[in-house]
């Protein structure tokens, strides 16, 4: 069955960076465009970045020039790197994956932004 797996989350210091991963499995990695997520507490989830099968990006306002999506279609993993973060940041992550009209979810992994 498809799974996600999400690591790489923790507490940060403003101005620090971290790297997310999403190990997938279940399904053709290489051919879908992944996604992460987030969401902070009392929010609704919101769209964080997003890579297409082809390597196309496309990331939320608040993150641009601070965030980066990649992905090893070899290691089947999807990749954050998070750069400059702000207390705003702090959320749980959520990889994400649509195949036909069905998404799956990974477990999410905590990302603190505090000094």
């Known amino acids: 069955q498809v799974q996600l797996v999400e690591s790489g989350g923790g507490l940060v210091q403003p101005g620090g960076s971290l790297r997310l991963s999403c190990a997938a499995s279940?399904?053709?990695?290489?051919?879908?465009?992944m996604a992460w997520y987030r969401q902070a507490p009392g929010k609704q989830r919101e769209l964080v970045a997003g890579i297409s099968s082809g390597g196309a990006t496309n990331y939320a306002d608040s993150v641009k020039g601070r965030f980066t999506i990649s992905r090893d279609n070899a290691k089947n993993t999807v990749y954050l790197q998070m750069n400059s973060l702000k207390p705003e940041d702090t959320a749980v992550y959520y990889c994400n994956v649509r195949i036909g009209y069905v998404q799956t979810w990974g477990q999410g992994t905590q990302v603190t932004v505090s000094s």
């Open positions: 279940g399904f053709i990695f290489s051919i879908k465009t």
